[in-house]
């Protein structure tokens, strides 16, 4: 489905979408939600005539629930940016908001060498109900995704979440709120925009392309076999040894207190230390929204440190399961895959 822009044709957009909230309507009789046909957009949300560029559109068969999002989803998105990549100055993916921050992770991660955007939104209320926050999350997304400078160079060349006036950098958001409308939140970096009465830029945190002309790279093959170990009091020795210890497992994140700290008993530390004798990568991602691991800081930090598990600094739990499951499929010899590991590819990490 194709949108016109009434002034003119100066920017054309891809819009993508995979489901979620955003696309519902509620059932006048039922009332119940259900997904409305996709080609009917412009109904819902006139205001898209009124863009200063052509939006192409393509929906996802099934739509889904981004509950049911998996790797396949991920791959079938990938796809269609580079298939589309030459025709469009940018892309905006309507994406549930549940796995929002885990699609954006990995999507950044799996396009290397981007110089257009990719914007994820959605809503927390369908777009079909009046007030709904899926218009101007729409609106503020497409804006920004058509948006040049002077030089005629994307303003945000980046795998982004534009979500309740907010632009933030995809693999740095995690959900916060399950009811309010400023449901995402990147607590360890500023947002790249914000869309007040203009959008402003921050563009001292946008990253921009060292080379605007390098062809569009696509990592395909994701390595899923990767877990989550979340760190609580009263875990038990059977838990910690079938997640760091699976024959299937390849990495496993550590969800750590604090600043990286987990307990120091014997039995835990010999685990540890039997995972990483067997090639397992561990590495250490801090419970706390917001701040990074130190290793340093103390002792029970510096011991898993000691043990071979490997630092997160301050990236997600989202964002770095991203990482791995891109960097496990990359093949690498292990000290290739620890300095990659510990820097940052497209600044999901502050170093
Ligand atoms: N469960 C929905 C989804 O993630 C919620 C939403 O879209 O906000 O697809």
Same mark, same amino acid.
């Given at each position: 489905?194709?949108?016109?822009?009434?002034?003119?044709?100066?920017?054309?957009?891809?819009?993508?979408?995979?489901?979620?909230?955003?696309?519902?309507?509620?059932? *006048?009789? +039922?009332?119940?939600?259900? *997904?409305?046909?996709?080609?009917?957009?412009? =109904?819902?949300?006139?205001? &898209?005539?009124?863009?200063?560029?052509?939006?192409?559109?393509?929906?996802?068969?099934?739509?889904?629930?981004?509950?049911?999002?998996? *790797?396949?989803? %991920?791959?079938?998105? /990938?796809?269609?940016?580079?298939?589309?990549?030459?025709?469009?100055?940018?892309?905006?993916?309507?994406? $549930? +908001?549940? +796995?929002?921050?885990?699609?954006?992770?990995?999507?950044?991660?799996?396009?290397?060498?981007?110089?257009?955007?990719?914007?994820?939104?959605?809503s927390q209320l369908?777009?079909?109900?009046?007030r709904t926050d899926g218009?101007e999350n729409?609106?503020?997304?497409?804006?920004?995704?058509?948006?040049?400078?002077?030089?005629?160079?994307?303003?945000?060349?980046?795998?982004?979440?534009?979500f309740g006036n907010?632009?933030? !950098?995809?693999?740095? +958001?995690?959900?916060?709120s399950?009811e309010e409308f400023n449901a995402f939140?990147?607590?360890?970096?500023?947002?790249?925009?914000?869309?007040?009465?203009?959008?402003?830029?921050?563009?001292?945190?946008?990253?921009?392309?060292?080379? %605007?002309? /390098?062809? &569009?790279?696509?990592?395909?093959?994701?390595?899923?076999?990767?877990?989550?170990?979340?760190?609580?009091?009263?875990?038990?020795?059977?838990? #910690? !040894?079938?997640?760091?210890?699976?024959?299937?497992?390849?990495?496993?994140?550590?969800?750590?207190?604090?600043?990286?700290?987990?307990?120091?008993?014997? %039995?835990?530390?010999?685990? #540890? !230390?039997? /995972?990483?004798?067997?090639?397992?990568? &561990? #590495?250490?991602?801090?419970?706390?929204?917001?701040? @990074?691991?130190?290793?340093?800081?103390?002792?029970?930090?510096?011991?898993?440190?000691?043990?071979?598990?490997?630092?997160?600094?301050?990236?997600? #739990?989202?964002?770095?399961?991203?990482?791995?499951?891109?960097?496990?499929?990359?093949?690498?010899?292990?000290?290739?895959?620890?300095?990659?590991?510990?820097? @940052?590819?497209? $600044? =999901?990490?502050?170093?």
């Amino acid at each position: 489905m194709t949108v016109q822009g009434k002034y003119g044709n100066r920017a054309s957009l891809l819009l993508i979408y995979t489901g979620g909230t955003i696309g519902m309507k509620q059932d *006048p009789v +039922t009332q119940t939600l259900k *997904p409305f046909n996709f080609s009917q957009i412009l =109904e819902e949300v006139p205001e &898209l005539s009124k863009f200063a560029c052509r939006i192409d559109s393509i929906s996802f068969n099934p739509i889904i629930d981004s509950s049911d999002i998996e *790797p396949s989803v %991920w791959e079938k998105l /990938a796809d269609e940016i580079g298939k589309n990549y030459d025709s469009y100055d940018g892309f905006v993916i309507l994406h $549930g +908001t549940d +796995t929002m921050a885990y699609s954006a992770s990995v999507l950044s991660f799996m396009l290397e060498n981007l110089t257009k955007p990719v914007i994820f939104t959605g809503s927390q209320l369908p777009i079909g109900v009046p007030r709904t926050d899926g218009k101007e999350n729409l609106v503020s997304a497409i804006e920004i995704a058509s948006s040049k400078d002077a030089d005629g160079h994307a303003c945000v060349p980046e795998v982004c979440i534009c979500f309740g006036n907010k632009l933030y !950098r995809g693999n740095r +958001t995690c959900k916060v709120s399950s009811e309010e409308f400023n449901a995402f939140r990147s607590p360890n970096l500023p947002p790249l925009a914000e869309a007040g009465i203009v959008i402003r830029y921050n563009n001292s945190v946008i990253i921009k392309p060292s080379d %605007w002309d /390098a062809p &569009l790279k696509i990592h395909h093959g994701l390595d899923t076999r990767v877990s989550i170990l979340k760190i609580h009091p009263g875990i038990t020795p059977q838990v #910690v !040894r079938n997640i760091l210890c699976g024959p299937e497992t390849r990495a496993v994140i550590l969800e750590t207190y604090g600043s990286g700290n987990a307990p120091s008993k014997p %039995w835990f530390l010999e685990i #540890v !230390r039997e /995972a990483v004798a067997m090639g397992k990568v &561990l #590495v250490n991602v801090t419970q706390c929204l917001a701040g @990074s691991v130190d290793m340093g800081i103390y002792a029970n930090g510096r011991t898993l440190m000691d043990c071979g598990v490997s630092s997160g600094f301050d990236s997600t #739990v989202e964002s770095m399961l991203g990482k791995l499951f891109h960097l496990l499929s990359l093949g690498l010899p292990e000290e290739g895959f620890q300095e990659l590991l510990c820097s @940052s590819l497209r $600044g =999901e990490i502050s170093k």
